[in-house]
């Protein structure tokens, strides 16, 4: 089993939908967990933190089940600048030294 | 806002040939990190360092890398002698004490032919 699993996609909605996205870990002990984006050949660009409560940045809403091991990513209102690769990342517990395991990554297309 | 910055930002080079890729962390960030990407492939971790020695790394970091803080401001990644497979977007990392989000710079594309 892949250590952090998501759905490759693509997804391809029209502006102004509302995606859902997401990731399962294998690691029960993974201690803190992230939702990156990344554009084409960029570096992976931190879009928030996921907490187990829940948590809520404008559009974009992240969730955490720790029972199932899994996160999720929710984007309302989709405009075309969220047109990326949404990846889910997973920080091991046990050190604080912070390896991050990354998933292969969603596509997302946002199209007018 | 302060950025992770690294160069070259592309490095062309020959198999069995040295490299170093070079890194400067955010300034008040005390563990460093490099991670790699194969072309379609997952961001992979290579190798973590904080108080100036390797906490953990990776079954890809062998004995061909190495890693070094040579001054106070900057990280580097060597590859001794690179070979094809090595062909990758390379990215350094950075995270302040205290905290777990981990901050990365545009890479450096390393082309080995």
């Known amino acids: 089993r892949k250590e952090v699993e998501q759905d490759p996609g693509p997804f391809n909605v029209p502006e102004g939908a509302t995606v859902a996205f997401n990731c399962t870990y294998s690691?029960?002990?993974?201690?803190?967990f992230f939702w990156y984006r990344q554009d084409c050949r960029k570096e992976p660009k931190l879009l928030m933190s996921v907490y187990s409560s829940g948590n809520e940045d404008g559009r974009f809403t992240a969730q955490l089940n720790r029972a199932s091991q899994y996160i999720s990513l929710l984007i309302r209102d989709s405009k075309l600048s969220d047109s990326a690769t949404y990846l889910c990342?997973?920080?091991?517990?046990?050190?604080?030294?912070?390896?991050?395991?990354f998933g292969q990554g969603t596509i997302l297309t946002v199209h007018p | 806002e302060p950025e992770v910055t690294q160069t070259p930002s592309h490095q062309v080079t020959q198999m069995g040939q040295e490299v170093i890729l070079r890194c400067v962390p955010i300034s008040n960030h005390l563990y460093f990190y490099w991670y790699r990407q194969i072309l379609g492939q997952k961001v992979e971790f290579l190798v973590s360092?904080?108080?100036?020695?390797?906490?953990?790394k990776s079954e890809i970091f062998d004995d061909q890398f190495s890693v070094e803080r040579p001054d106070g401001s900057n990280f580097t990644l060597k590859i001794r002698s690179t070979k094809l497979e090595d062909s990758a977007m390379y990215f350094c990392?950075?995270?302040?004490?205290?905290?777990?989000?981990?901050?990365f710079g545009p890479g450096t594309r390393l082309t080995v032919t």
């Open positions: 990392a950075s995270k302040r004490t205290g905290l777990y989000e981990q901050y």
């Open positions: 990342v997973v920080k091991a517990g046990g050190t604080s030294y912070g390896k991050l395991t």
């Open positions: 360092f904080y108080n100036n020695e390797i906490s953990e």
């Open positions: 690691n029960s002990a993974s201690q803190s």
